[in-house]
């Protein structure tokens, strides 16, 4: 059952989706790249190849480095990039890939070439990089760790061909002579689609080692990754992957009525759901935990339906998140394709609206205010996954991005996003540090994010790995604090009142109140301040969560107004007093009668810039 309850306009998050997801820990999710969490090379060279530059390895996961995390507060590893990729690098049973099709010399993680292998690159001993694989996840469990993967089900890199499971090879049988057939793994390109026929023309001619051209798509060609039927791609398209077919031709619309439903045996289905099957069902073998699911709006709902339902058949805990974009043409659903993957089995979905809010208040005139709508989304609004920074986003202490403020500014937008909802929450590796992804690297160029396409290092999480010490001991003083008190947020917001409670907010009640935390001749409240409750019905325990934005200005004189309908939400009745104390950065506490809650407000201590308070509620003895 699901129920919202609306009350002075404002809404109360309330629900309870599925006993399942209930009666779970949220994850709490650190998301690293195998190939810079452990590269200790320093030489950084634009362009650098594996022998200049250095690569992660998978033995570099130390026991140090995990018993770290766990520390933390860390339930969950999102290896990020560990299946074979196309690349530059050669080895002896294995080939460089044609820079035609490579974005970066290291290649693109989600650019496939075998999808029941991981990269050579992370092996100390190449010949057994599933080997040492096996034994990072072993790693794991011994720290009480859940391990993600990546699962990339819309595309695959031109030069695909598993040498694990070659029978299991995507193209193998197709019949190139049509657009599209249901058993065919690929759309093919005909003669008349646009890019004047055959071969292939890539948008590479002119860069080092390239001549535009792939040779084994000389007499035919495939869609790119990104839907586009062309024989001549962009620099803009996803040039470098194809992509696959679930028996629906996007090119008809969204409507996959006919395709088979979650109970229909294998015979009964696309060749590629039956491969990709496999491919879920070998990780699952080996003992990986969950899958982060790349774009999978692009694929259709019936898909997820049947899959996702044979994947808990055999580990009925295993954990799935969504990347997913409702604002994407090229979803296929007609209606909220977030709430439609949730519908389909998932157990979060990226929380991206929320995310573009924050990086909007220092970016393009966003308001703190407008986070509310995004709290009136049902069911999905507890099973969200959020962060701050991920693979695909900027740094948050890029000089150039998030309003240039450094490593600060990830801590109102953190707390607010760890603390808002029951779904999960992660934290991409370097964050936690102020790493600032400054300068140019590589493929990407100066982007103010981390490279995925290159082989890097990163400055400042360098000093935290410390020679593979793993103790920070090159950190600054001020990095130092910034990783104990993310922390201190995640431990903090393990409390039931968070993992499980209901979301009250509390900017709409306190737009017209004076001492909401306006800043020069603001004449509204709610532009760098934002205020929610969070509450658990089944203990009473109860949060206060503030969160100053600005950069500069410390707030001062702030009453944050709790309305007579939000007290009743959090059961605050008759005239007893109650207590407001900090759990995250301070000891600061301070009681309050109920009875001016409503029109004066909790009167808050200054509020430093870039600064958060996770106050406890409770009744004074």
């Known amino acids: 059952m699901t129920w919202q309850i609306l009350l002075s306009g404002v809404l109360i998050a309330a629900m309870s989706f599925n006993c399942r997801a209930e009666q779970k820990n949220r994850p709490v999710i650190y998301q690293l790249m195998v190939r810079t969490f452990g590269n200790i ?9 594996l022998a200049e530059n250095g690569c992660g390895k998978f033995a570099q996961i130390t026991p140090a480095a995990l018993e770290s995390l766990k520390e933390m507060g860390f339930t969950h590893l999102w290896l990020t990039g560990v299946l074979e990729q196309a690349s530059g690098t050669a080895y002896p049973k294995r080939p460089a890939d044609d820079p035609d099709i490579l974005k970066g010399i290291a290649g693109s993680p989600y650019a496939i070439k075998d999808y029941f292998d991981v990269c050579p690159d992370y092996a100390v001993d190449p010949d057994k990089r599933l080997d040492e694989f096996k034994a990072l996840l072993q790693r794991c469990k011994q720290h009480d760790m859940r ?6 089900p819309n595309h695959v890199a031109r030069s695909y061909q598993s040498d694990v499971r070659p029978e299991h090879s995507f193209g193998e049988g197709d019949d190139r002579g049509v657009f599209f057939a249901r058993d065919n793994h690929f759309f093919y390109l005909q003669a008349h689609h646009p890019g004047g ?42 040039y470098e992957t194809v992509k696959l077919n679930y028996g629906h031709d996007f090119t008809t619309g969204r409507d996959t009525s006919h395709l088979p439903g979650p109970d229909a045996a294998p015979s009964e289905v696309p060749k590629t759901w039956r491969t990709m099957d496999e491919i879920l069902a070998h990780w699952q073998a080996m003992g990986v935990d969950g899958f982060r699911v790349d774009m999978a709006h692009m694929v259709p709902m019936d898909f997820w339906r049947w899959t996702v339902k044979r994947c808990r058949s055999r580990n009925p805990d295993v954990f799935f998140s969504a990347e997913a974009y409702e604002n994407d043409p090229a979803k296929l659903a007609d209606g909220h394709v977030l ?6 089995g998932f157990d979060a979905v990226y929380d991206d609206p929320s995310y573009d809010v924050l990086e909007g208040l220092y970016d393009s005139g966003k308001w703190a205010n407008d986070l509310d709508p995004l709290t009136f989304t049902g069911k999905r609004f507890h099973r969200s996954l959020r962060y701050a920074e991920n693979h695909d986003e900027v740094r948050i202490a890029s000089p150039k991005e998030w309003g240039g403020l450094g490593m600060k500014a990830g801590k109102p937008v953190s707390a607010v996003l760890f603390a808002m909802g029951r779904g999960p929450v992660m934290l991409y590796h370097g964050q936690e540090v102020g790493e600032p992804a400054a300068g140019e690297e590589g493929f990407g160029g100066d982007d103010a994010r981390t490279t995925i396409f290159d082989y890097w290092s990163m400055p400042e999480f360098t000093k935290w ?26 431990r903090a917001t393990q409390a039931r009142a968070f993992t499980a409670g209901e979301f ?43 969160a100053n934005f600005h950069g500069s200005e410390t707030l001062r004189g702030v009453k944050v107004r709790i309305p007579d309908d939000a007290q009743m939400f959090l059961g605050l009745t008759g005239d007893a007093s109650w207590t407001f104390t900090d759990r995250l950065d301070s000891a600061w506490s301070e009681t309050t009668a109920r009875a001016p809650l409503a029109e004066v407000g909790v009167c808050l201590p200054a509020l430093p810039p870039c600064s958060a308070m996770l106050l406890e509620i409770g009744r004074k003895p």
């Not at 798509?217 to 990104?226: I, S, Y």
């Not at 709430?339 to 389909?344: F, N, S």
């Not at 800043?519 to 109860?542: C, I, M, N, P």
């Open 41 to 49: 090379n320093e030489t950084r060279k634009t362009n650098g190849t």
């Open 147 to 152: 391990v993600i993967i990546d699962f990339v």
């Open 197 to 238: 026929g055959p071969p292939l023309k890539l948008p590479t001619a002119g860069k080092p080692g390239c001549d535009g051209r792939f040779e084994p798509e000389t007499e035919f060609g495939r869609v790119t990754g990104n839907n586009v039927i062309s024989w001549e791609p962009s620099i803009n398209d996803w």
């Open 339 to 344: 709430d439609e993957l949730l519908a389909a």
């Open 465 to 490: 790995v410390n020679g593979g010490k793993f103790d920070g001991g090159r950190l600054s003083a001020g990095q130092k604090s910034l990783r104990e008190w993310y922390g201190k947020l995640i």
């Open 504 to 546: 009250y907010g509390l900017n709409h009640a306190n737009q017209e109140n004076p001492d909401f935390g306006r800043v020069g001749d603001e004449s509204a409240s709610g532009h760098w301040l934002y205020a929610f409750l969070r509450r658990d019905t089944k203990t009473g325990q109860a949060f206060l969560v503030v």
